[in-house]
């Protein structure tokens, strides 16, 4: 434990840059804003790291060029659909001068994206983990319920790419810049029934929220809307980063 606040010490000294490092994530206490599990009300999750930012366009041609199977001409159709990284210039140019250094890459499919993050030794990072981070970007940076949702709404009825300023873990666009590819993000809902969040309404899922207050609302969407991908979805708001753990890192 004196170890892993150590590097997260370190680490907030550091603030990386975009999609340049990774940031230890401190284990402790979760109540997801939805109980996939009634029996579960708190998750404890340990320690581990997570990248700094989204997955940049860069990184991601550094991976083709090194994995030709996973270019735009060699990729399996069974691994993703036609939108498949469909706004590059080639197989091995994104087109990166036009843009921002470190423009999260898109139109990746979940296929894809396991694949970058289990190249790099790590892996998507599961619902709880990315959930949890949310959580601990609220509470570090003091963000009022009230001002929360207004930004998860605004995202979501906008699709601005409007980076939320963390001032104390440096992590860079988990809310506002792109959607993120998570390990488990079709999970199944239990409440002594099976729901799946696609195939119920609002109504039937909403009664998992652990409160209904504007702040869980807005988690709530962000749960109900990973049930419109399917593994080989590929759009123009949908990156990801990659989690690793932090055992293996020291």
């Not at 409160?211 to 080989?232: C, E, I």
């Amino acid at each position: 434990m004196r170890l892993h606040r150590l590097l997260l010490t370190v680490c907030l000294l550091n603030v990386p840059a975009w999609g340049s490092d990774s940031v230890v994530i401190p284990g402790g206490d979760f109540q997801p804003p939805v109980l996939l599990d009634r029996e579960i009300q708190t998750t404890e999750v340990e320690a581990f790291l997570l990248d700094a930012a989204p997955v940049s366009k860069t990184a991601f041609a550094e991976f083709v060029t090194t994995h030709p199977e996973w270019r735009r001409s060699a990729a399996p159709r069974l691994f993703r659909d036609g939108g498949y990284l469909r706004n590059w210039t080639s197989d091995l140019d994104p087109g990166v001068e036009q843009e921002a250094q470190g423009t999260p890459v898109t139109h990746v499919s979940w296929y894809a994206a396991r694949a970058f993050c289990h190249s790099r030794g790590g892996h998507l990072p599961s619902m709880t983990q990315w959930e949890y981070v949310v959580s601990l970007l609220r509470e570090k940076n003091q963000v009022p319920d009230d001002e929360y949702a207004r930004w998860v709404f605004g995202w979501y009825g906008a699709q601005r790419p409007v980076d939320f300023v963390d001032r104390a873990l440096g992590i860079k666009g988990m809310l506002g810049l792109v959607n993120e590819w998570i390990e488990d993000y079709q999970l199944l809902l239990s409440n002594g029934e099976q729901i799946d969040f696609g195939g119920g309404s609002c109504g039937d899922t909403a009664r998992l929220m652990v409160k209904y207050d504007n702040a869980h609302y807005a988690s709530f969407l962000r749960y109900q809307s990973r049930s419109n991908y399917t593994p080989v979805t590929t759009t123009s708001n949908l990156g990801f980063r990659c989690a690793y753990p932090l055992e293996g890192a020291l």
